[in-house]
């Protein structure tokens, strides 16, 4: 048996694959290739645009895929979330589906909208938004490239963006955001039902949301005296509390703890001058809570 899942082709891509890779399958597909190889042969992954996940997942014709909150919000899609994934194609950030105009236009409300043109690839997603407001306007589909659209083609665009650099290399201003998006882990109910899949599924959501979550973090070991040992431990974050071990000198102890990376370039400098010894800075592939 196979779990047959949809992966995000685009923007998304690279970073699902290093995604994977950290949380233990190594992805790899050809450039003009639509599927990727997989070293588990219980997996048949297949490149998907994360806007046709959500109708194949529908549809039946995969079991499961990743693809953003915001494609299963604009097609209305029903199906079994398993994991919020957050990550994105440059950081861990979230991307904001916005409603955006020139800056100096005069649209600066959703109300301003109504008789206006709007192009934008979320389509369903912005015509109920526009109906929940009582605003009435015309929204076209865009192939992408929307920000090319205003003013000349169109009064305003509803896009994504995770940084809102290329709106304002347009001169474009955020009007108001729709929607806060993150790539999600769902499964239709067909393959929710089946307990092979259902398996399949959950063991994968585990260890892509553990290397998720080890992120910017890394651990840190060394070695202190006792007589030292209050001194270190308070100034030592950890997930819960500093893992302290017996070494054979009965006179020091092993202290190991986790913490972002950023922490690290200030915190050793003052361990050393609390006392702390063998200091070992590795990395993190996973983290489970």
């Known amino acids: 048996m196979q779990l047959k899942i949809g992966l995000p082709k685009g923007s998304l891509q690279e970073a699902t694959f290093q995604m994977f890779d950290k949380a233990g399958w190594r992805v790899r597909v050809d450039s003009r290739s639509y599927h990727p190889v997989i070293d588990d042969e219980e997996i048949e992954p297949l490149?998907?645009?994360?806007?046709?996940?959500?109708?194949?997942?529908?549809?039946?014709?995969?079991?499961?895929?990743?693809?953003?909150?915001?494609?299963?919000?604009?097609?209305?899609?029903?199906?079994?979330?398993?994991?919020?994934?957050?990550?994105?194609?440059?950081?861990m950030n979230p991307i904001r589906i916005v409603l955006s105009a020139k800056a100096d236009s005069p649209v600066k409300s959703a109300a301003d909208l109504q008789g206006k043109r709007i192009a934008?690839?979320?389509?369903?997603?912005?015509?109920?938004w526009l109906a929940e407001r009582?605003?009435?306007?015309?929204?076209?589909?865009?192939?992408g490239a929307c920000e090319m659209k205003v003013p000349d083609l169109a009064?305003?665009?509803?896009?994504n963006t995770e940084t809102g650099s290329s709106l304002r290399a347009h001169n474009l201003a955020i009007i108001e955001t729709l929607l806060v998006s993150t790539p999600r882990l769902v499964?239709?109910?067909?393959?929710?039902?089946?307990?092979?899949?259902?398996?399949?599924?959950?063991?994968?959501?585990?260890?892509?949301?553990?290397?998720?979550?080890?992120g910017d973090l890394v651990g840190l070991k060394?070695?202190?005296?006792?007589?030292?040992?209050?001194?270190?431990?308070?100034?030592?974050?950890?997930?819960?509390n500093p893992t302290l071990s017996a070494l054979a000198d009965d006179e020091w102890m092993a202290v190991e703890t986790i913490?972002?990376?950023?922490?690290?370039?200030?915190?050793?400098?003052?361990?050393?001058?609390?006392?702390?010894?063998?200091?070992?800075?590795?990395?993190?592939?996973?983290?489970?809570?």
């Open 47 to 91: 490149l998907i645009r994360p806007q046709e996940i959500p109708r194949y997942l529908e549809d039946g014709l995969i079991d499961a895929g990743i693809t953003g909150l915001d494609w299963l919000e604009d097609c209305g899609l029903k199906a079994h979330e398993v994991a919020d994934l957050r990550y994105a194609k440059t950081s």
């Open 120 to 128: 934008t690839e979320y389509v369903r997603l912005t015509e109920r």
């Open 134 to 143: 009582g605003v009435s306007a015309t929204v076209e589909f865009s192939w």
């Open 155 to 159: 009064d305003a665009i509803v896009v």
């Open 187 to 214: 499964a239709n109910e067909a393959a929710w039902a089946d307990e092979w899949k259902r398996r399949k599924i959950e063991n994968l959501a585990l260890m892509l949301v553990g290397a998720i979550q080890a």
């Open 222 to 240: 060394m070695n202190v005296r006792k007589t030292d040992l209050e001194k270190v431990t308070s100034i030592l974050p950890a997930l819960q």
């Open 259 to 289: 913490l972002s990376d950023r922490q690290v370039r200030e915190l050793i400098p003052e361990l050393v001058r609390a006392g702390a010894r063998g200091i070992v800075e590795y990395p993190l592939n996973k983290v489970i809570p």
